[in-house]
């Protein structure tokens, strides 16, 4: 038998005892085998090799393995509604995304309302405050942020006598001073005169 | 629907009935396989606690994962292939697998001395010190060839099912498993 045969048999013996190979590959090996003694001994020696594994002792799961499991998978729907909701991160993202947009946008508009001077004045208090990077990560320095950007504004509405677009909720201009809330300014009303 | 072998429910119905809100159905996904998935993991990792965990977590995310997957996915060649991945994930994470290597106390002669005393001690012992030869032989193999014997011999995967499970060409499967057999070949002459 030529040594080559042997060397092309041999490596696909393995594919043989799995019946991997195509027909035509099956038949001539199946040829081959019954005509060499070497390679019919080696794919006894494969067969013996995978019989021995498959022979070792199988391991059985634990008790309540599968409770347990259907347990840990039922906490992790249970972990509450916004990881839940973060599960899904395009939409998260999106509504994100949205909820700052709008912000933004509300920002905005309060500030488009107030005088130049006051306008400046709160843009540069923000932006001087952000361009801080320890700002950005740090929850109670954007929150005192907020919480002054707001105060300043609702002080500049009062005082433009623009109480009506005040961003507060509960306004801390009306609350020091209800009788003087609804009033306005001279100088406000001197504006509306002559525009 | 039922499949012959063993009686169990489909995959394919109890994937449906998980992904229509069936709790249960999944438990018995769990049943269905994780005795098998023990064993291949048992046998991958070298130590049963890591395989117990390796497979709750493999679980897990097929628990994640099912609900994006089609009717027609094969459950198990998915929940394998989860398994094989964290399998890697954690042999990478162990330096001291070869301490491991034969050491099961499944295979060693006292464990099974004690579990089958019908064949009279002498045989019984014998058997379980060629398991624990075996197992040695096969802890010794590198982890892609005993991935791969591991999926054939114990699972009787096809070689397309094996590629699949461990991101391979089917020639590398080929080639895997023609080396680990001839290598545990010369180890257990």
């Known amino acids: 038998m030529p040594a080559k045969d042997c060397e092309n048999i041999s490596r696909r013996l393995s594919a043989y005892m799995d019946g991997e190979l195509p027909e035509r590959e099956r038949e001539a090996a199946e040829s081959h085998l019954a005509s060499c ?33 259907a347990a840990a998978a039922k906490a992790l729907n249970g972990a509450g509604p916004l990881r839940a909701f973060l599960r899904f991160p395009l939409p998260a993202a999106a509504v994100l995304t949205a909820f700052i947009i709008f912000n933004i946008f509300a920002f905005a508009r309060d500030i488009d309302a107030m005088e130049n001077g006051q306008r400046r004045e709160l843009t540069h208090k923000v932006v001087s405050q952000l361009v801080r990077p320890s700002t950005l990560i740090n929850p109670v320095a954007v929150a005192r942020l907020c919480s002054e950007c707001t105060d300043f504004m609702c002080q500049c509405m009062h005082e433009a006598g623009k109480q009506s677009i005040c961003p507060c909720k509960n ?13 306005v300014p001279a100088h406000a009303l001197e504006e509306d005169h002559v525009n | 629907m039922t499949d012959g072998k063993n009686g169990l429910p489909e995959d394919f119905d109890l994937l449906t009935e998980f992904n229509s809100g069936d709790g249960g159905a999944f438990t018995r996904i769990v049943e269905k396989h ?6 291949f993991l048992f046998r991958y990792t070298l130590d049963r606690g890591e395989a117990e965990d390796l497979a709750q977590e493999a679980f897990l995310r ?7 997957l089609t009717p027609g996915a094969k ?54 010190r060629r398991s624990e030869e075996i197992a040695g032989a096969l802890a010794g193999l590198p982890d892609t060839q005993r991935g791969a014997l ?34 545990l070949a010369k180890k257990l002459k």
Do not use: W
């Open chain 1, 37 to 69: 003694a070497a390679c019919s001994e080696e794919l006894a020696s494969l067969r013996a090799a995978s019989a021995a594994v498959s022979a070792l002792p199988r391991v059985e799961p634990p008790p309540f393995f599968a409770a347990r499991t």
């Open chain 1, 171 to 183: 306004c801390r201009m009306h609350r020091e001073n209800p009788d003087r809330a609804g009033e």
């Open chain 2, 34 to 39: 994780s005795g098998r998935l023990i064993n």
């Open chain 2, 62 to 68: 097929l628990y994640k994962a099912a609900p994006g």
């Open chain 2, 75 to 128: 459950l198990s060649t998915i929940l394998f292939k989860f398994a094989y991945n964290l399998a890697v994930d954690q042999a990478r994470r162990n330096t001291n697998r070869s301490s491991l290597a034969g050491a099961s106390s499944l295979d060693s002669p006292e464990a099974a001395g004690a579990a089958d005393p019908a064949p009279g001690p002498d045989a019984a012992y014998e058997a379980a």
């Open chain 2, 150 to 183: 591991l999926l054939k011999v114990f699972e009787d995967r096809s070689y397309a099912e094996i590629a699949e499970i461990m991101a391979l060409s089917v020639p590398a499967v080929e080639s895997l498993l023609f080396r680990a057999r001839q290598t």
